[in-house]
Every structure is written in structure tokens, then in C-alpha cells.
């Protein structure tokens, strides 16, 4: 019988399926962050890709310097985008179902990096409001900032 664990790890498995689908299974590392504070719900991903941390609208200027043979172009399209969050932000709602279910704490925030080569996936998972308590900080904010740490090298 699945324990709460295994559907857990289920759904954050999908979730960077979803995200190496997105860049056609080339990047080296993936970052996925997910929140949820009170009916809000945001899942959004970024790479890093030639020892370059990009948002998933910029992977083509990641690969761009390098050696114009490889000719690798990842499409980047809007609907391509709105596909890969609503499909991450289903399987965050279903994560909630199952701590819901399995009577658990849902994470306020999950922050999921996944290294390619090793296959090896790590989170980091906070239970306390994050910016539902402050006027100014949005989901946005924080995601932002994660990637600004990623990209100064600080994770």
C-alpha cells in the first residue's frame, strides 16, 4: 500500500519530469519552487545550463555563445510555458490533496534542485508564511530572489 511518502515523492518526481521535458532533457541543474500560502498556489522552474542559471524563457541565450554547431534551440514559447506551470501547479494542488488526505502539513514553500548528471534530488521545504504576512512581498519576490542567490552561487 503507498504511503503518504511515496505519493509525495511521486508528484515532485513529475515536477522535475515536467521541467527536464521543458529543455528537452539538456540542462545540468534544475530548480523548482513551489509555494502555497492560503488559496494560493505557484510553481515555477529555472536552469542552469552551461554553468549559466537562466529562466526558462532565456535557455536559448544560455546556449547561444557556445560553438554555433551544436544548434541546440529549445522552444521557449508562451504556450509551451503555460503548460509546463499548469501541469507543475496540478501536481502541487494534488500534493495538497494527499497532505490533506494523509492528514500532513502542506509546505508553504518547497524549493526542489535537481542536479541531471547525478539524478539526485534535494528540497528544501519551510511550514511558516512566507509572504502572506508581508504588504509588499509577492511569490514573485521570492522566487526572484532564489534565483539571484543561485546565480551568485549561494545554494
Avoid at 503518504?4 to 515523492?9: I, L
Avoid at 500560502?37 to 546556449?63: C, R, S, W
Avoid at 503555460?82 to 501536481?91: H, S, T, V
Wanted: a negative charge; aromatic letters at 14%.
Amino acid at each position: 500500500m503507498k504511503e503518504f511518502e511515496d505519493y509525495f515523492s511521486e508528484l515532485q518526481t513529475d515536477m522535475v519530469a515536467i521541467c527536464l521535458e521543458y529543455v528537452d532533457n539538456k540542462a545540468d541543474e534544475i530548480f523548482i519552487y513551489c509555494s502555497y500560502e492560503p488559496k494560493m498556489y505557484v510553481f515555477d522552474f529555472f536552469y542552469k545550463i552551461n554553468g549559466k542559471v537562466v529562466h526558462k524563457n532565456q535557455l536559448n541565450e544560455a546556449t547561444k555563445e557556445l560553438d554555433s554547431r551544436l544548434n541546440q534551440v529549445y522552444d521557449v514559447s508562451r504556450e509551451r510555458q503555460k503548460a509546463a506551470l499548469r501541469i507543475g501547479n496540478q501536481n502541487l494542488k494534488l500534493i495538497h490533496k494527499k497532505c490533506e488526505e494523509f492528514n500532513k502539513d502542506m509546505p508553504t514553500e518547497m524549493k526542489l534542485y535537481y542536479n541531471v548528471k547525478q539524478n539526485s534530488l534535494k528540497g528544501k521545504y519551510r511550514y511558516d508564511l512566507v509572504y502572506s504576512n508581508d504588504e509588499e512581498l509577492l511569490p514573485d519576490d521570492v522566487f526572484n530572489l532564489w534565483f539571484e542567490e543561485v546565480k551568485n552561487g549561494n545554494y
